[in-house]
């Protein structure tokens, strides 16, 4: 049965770090393109970041860039989000989903599978 399980969310002061981990099983993650994606209380879903399934090529939006940072371990079956500098407006639940596509998407509607999400609320 095929499982995508985000942990590391929590509470964190503006400023602070986190990362969130995706640990998936059920599936090779070798073979798959990977996506972050967050949704904020009375907003759309949005693309916080991506990498593609072979060559690492990764994406950011442009609100995290150079402040978020997706990696991931085949070996581990794992996908991880490092968040430095965050700020409150960065406050959602965080999801991590999969596509057997070589190329990562901006857009949800391209992965087929989705973890249940982990909540950040960034606040002082």
């Known amino acids: 049965q095929l499982q995508l399980v985000e942990s590391g969310g929590g509470l964190v002061q503006p400023g602070g770090s986190l990362r969130l981990s995706c640990a998936a099983s059920g599936l090779t993650l070798d073979y798959y393109a990977i996506g972050w994606f967050r949704q904020a209380p009375g907003k759309e879903r949005e693309v916080v970041s991506c990498?593609?399934?072979?060559?690492?090529?990764?994406y950011y939006a442009d609100s995290v860039k150079g402040r978020f940072t997706i990696s991931r371990d085949n070996a581990k079956s794992t996908v991880y989000l490092q968040m430095n500098s965050l700020k409150p407006e960065d406050t959602a639940v965080y999801y991590c989903?999969?596509?057997?596509?070589?190329?990562?998407?901006?857009?949800?509607?391209?992965?087929?599978?989705w973890g249940q999400g982990t909540q950040v609320t960034v606040s002082s």
């Open positions: 990498i593609n399934r072979s060559e690492g090529t990764t």
């Open positions: 989903a999969v596509t057997p596509r070589s190329y990562c998407s901006l857009y949800d509607v391209m992965y087929d599978y």
